[in-house]
């Protein structure tokens, strides 16, 4: 586990990052260019959920990273999301779900309903191993929250459906909804486990490989770009100090005089002249 020390809190706090982080990061990574876009959204996370790190603790603690690799891509990150970062995430939804079903009458036959820190801390699990899944990409945070309930709590959250369902008198909707509710509870129990380590290494392998090498530092690539980017900036002064030379040399740079009547300007105007010949 990654541990990262949070500024602005005493005795020594870190927020910690679990190693599934590392291995969804370089899962998903199929889906970006560069592994620093991701590295640079959880820099990102940390400002907005109101766990602030340093730059410099932030990327010692990361193999392989430098401040600038974050620090390049972290405005082209915020631009690319409108500066749009609050993600309403299944765990807000799944706090929300607890904190309903408390309004339910428990049934005479069945366990009393659990205390709602109980019932969330167990549905938890859930929404984690979700993350390691497409849930995400094809469910609303609060259908995954309510499967994350009928794992722990099946009878309960089917009560709960059923409440909700009966006020708005659709059936077809709590039949869709139970069968959403199912696949989504699937998805979970088959994939939402962290990935061998070793697939992760072949994984990162295969994407240092397809990288760019025009951005791979010391690479020839990279060192021809920036050779050329050098010499198109060098182009460019010298044209500039050409053109300014030329300009001195022609005469003054800052153009004729405006009182040089003898060159065809325009002279100064004589306010004490007198059109009144009185």
């Known amino acids: 586990m990654w541990s990262l020390p949070v500024s602005g809190r005493s005795g020594g706090d870190s927020y910690q990052l679990p190693e599934t982080i590392l ?3 370089h899962c998903h990574g199929l889906a970006s260019k ?3 876009y991701r590295l640079t959204a959880l820099f ?20 392989r990273t430098a401040p600038s690799d974050v620090l390049d891509l972290e405005f082209l990150v915020s631009q690319s999301l409108n500066f ?15 904190l309903d079903v408390q309004s339910l009458q428990p049934p005479t036959d069945s366990a009393p309903i659990p205390s709602y820190p109980e019932l969330y801390e167990q ?7 979700s993350r390691l899944t497409d849930a995400e990409f094809i469910y609303t945070p609060s259908q995954i929250a309510l499967a994350a309930v009928a794992l722990v709590e099946p009878d309960l959250a089917s ?25 989504i509870k699937a998805m979970i129990t088959s994939s939402g486990s962290p990935p061998d380590v070793e697939a992760v290494r072949e994984v990162d392998r295969r994407l240092r490989i397809c990288k760019n090498p025009e951005k791979v530092v010391g690479s020839k690539a990279y060192l021809l770009k920036k050779a050329e980017e050098e010499r198109k900036a060098d182009e460019k002064r010298n044209k500039k100090a050409a053109e300014v030379q030329k300009a001195i040399s022609d005469g003054d740079p800052f153009g004729e005089s405006l009182g040089d009547a003898s060159s065809g300007g325009l002279g100064l105007v004589d306010y004490d002249d007198d059109d009144d010949d009185d």
Do not use: C, D
Not at 123 to 129: D, G, L, N, V, Y
């Open 44 to 63: 990102l996370a940390t400002k907005t959920t109101n766990h602030p790190i340093s730059l410099e603790a932030y990327t010692t603690n990361i193999p």
């Open 84 to 98: 749009e970062f609050t993600v309403w995430h299944a765990h807000r939804a799944l706090w929300g779900i607890v």
């Open 159 to 183: 009560r709960w459906m059923e409440a909700k369902h009966v006020a708005l008198n659709s059936k077809t909707a709590l039949l869709s909804l139970q069968s959403t509710v199912e696949a």
């Open 34 to 36: 560069e592994r620093h």
């Open 123 to 129: 549905a938890i699990p859930h929404i984690h191993a």
């Open 23 to 25: 291995l969804e990061e």
